[in-house]
């Protein structure tokens, strides 16, 4: 699998995911977190934005929201779907995030929903060391893990959450939250770990 892209998989099969994505609400995904974003306007990035759910929500809260997505099919969707709700749209992704990396921008939270599986153990520590430059002091990192079977013609990696927590201490971040959560859409095999990191700087 190591030779696919990131996002191999998404584009071909973006009707679906859009359904997928859409039928379930921002608060059934981050309900274990969501004592965690911030109540006050603040600067959000979405990695991995698919089409939009997570990030149109943000924006109508009142945030300022940048929403990265690398599947230009999947981008295009969120765009017509989420129409007027202010998000700002970025072709990017990690390990590098050069794009966003490029503007010198930082964010009070980076939110991560089933992104980091798809990198190899290579890339990860370069993409933990590109959101730490991504975010203001006192900013949070929210993340989630997927554990399971691969589907056929993606490019998934088991990471654990050992990994993921010692990563981000080593930069400076705090454990804020880890904790199991179950497959939204009853997935056979598959199960979440939602972490929540804190950078030094007083919390948001």
């Known amino acids: 699998m190591n030779e696919l892209a990131s996002n191999a998989g998404y584009g071909e099969t973006a009707a679906e995911r859009v359904a997928q994505y859409e039928g379930v609400t921002f608060e059934q995904v981050h309900r274990e977190v969501l004592h965690l974003f911030p109540e006050r306007p603040s600067d959000i990035l979405d990695i991995g934005a698919g089409t939009g759910r997570d990030a149109a929500a943000l924006a109508a809260r009142g945030h300022r929201v940048v929403a990265a997505e690398p599947t230009a099919e999947l981008r295009r969707a969120g765009e017509r779907i989420h129409a007027g709700s202010g998000i700002r749209w970025v072709d990017d992704s990690l390990p590098e995030a050069a794009a966003l990396r490029a503007t010198g ?100």
């Open 105 to 204: 921008e930082r964010f009070d939270l980076i939110l991560l929903c089933a992104v980091w599986m798809h990198l190899a153990e290579r890339e990860r520590p370069l993409a933990m060391d590109a959101l730490t430059r991504l975010l203001n002091p006192g900013g949070r990192v929210v993340l989630s893990l997927r554990h399971g079977p691969v589907p056929p013609g993606r490019r998934m990696f088991a990471v654990p959450a050992d990994e993921t927590v010692a990563q981000a201490r080593a930069r400076g971040l705090d454990l804020l939250i880890r904790t199991p959560r179950p497959d939204l859409h009853d997935r056979p095999g598959v199960s979440w770990t939602v972490l929540a990191f804190a950078a030094a700087g007083g919390h948001r």
